[in-house]
């Protein structure tokens, strides 16, 4: 078994239920992107977000 897998089977015994079912529902989402070539996408939405908490973030002086 890959060693990311053998952790991630790992981590979702140990998180609290509510954190593992939304950690599989985002490895979900990643595995259909992936799936239909896209993940350039999810990519791009990814750094827009950094963007956009940049310029929310207060001005440091």
Request: hydrophobic share 50%; glycine share 2%; charged share 35%.
């Amino acid at each position: 078994m890959d060693a990311l897998t053998e952790k991630l089977e790992a981590k979702l015994r140990e998180w609290k239920p509510e954190t593992a079912a939304q950690v599989r529902a985002r490895v979900a989402e990643v595995i259909e992107l992936a799936d239909h070539g896209v993940l350039d996408l999810l990519r791009s939405r990814f750094v827009e977000q950094e963007v956009l908490d940049l310029l929310d973030a207060p001005a440091s002086r």
